[in-house]
């Protein structure tokens, strides 16, 4: 299983930016997804994460202008970030809680990671 993120890039304050994050391969099933982020010199923190069926947590610190979705049939996940702050900066990386079928075993899986800018 692969996760392959994309739609990171350099925004100004109060710009919006839509990451996206797929997962490839074969066998597996999907259970949670998430995105986290890492900025400069800090520990990787949680931002949003989202069951199966939809069911959503947020970080307080960007309740009300992100939003995580996601479509099982593409095995994707995204985050719509809206009124980006210059705090926001940092790498993003997605994560997904995945069953292998072939191995009977369940693992969570990394994207390679997305940088986002925001410029003040």
């Known amino acids: 299983v692969q996760l392959q993120a994309s739609g990171g890039g350099l925004v100004q304050t109060g710009g919006s930016l839509r990451l996206s994050c797929a997962a490839s391969?074969?066998?597996?099933?999907?259970?949670?997804m998430g995105w986290y982020r890492q900025a400069p010199g800090k520990q990787r923190e949680l931002v949003a994460t989202?069951?199966?069926?939809?069911?959503?947590n947020y970080a307080d610190s960007v309740k009300g202008r992100f939003t995580i979705s996601r479509d099982n049939a593409k095995n994707t996940v995204y985050l719509q970030m809206n009124s980006l702050k210059p705090e926001d900066t940092a790498v993003y990386y997605c994560?997904?809680?995945?069953?292998?079928?072939?191995?009977?075993?369940?693992?969570?899986?990394w994207g390679q990671g997305t940088l986002v800018t925001v410029s003040s």
């Open positions: 989202i069951t199966r069926s939809g069911s959503t």
């Open positions: 391969g074969s066998g597996f099933i999907i259970n949670d």
């Open positions: 994560n997904a809680d995945v069953f292998v079928v072939t191995k009977l075993s369940s693992g969570h899986y």
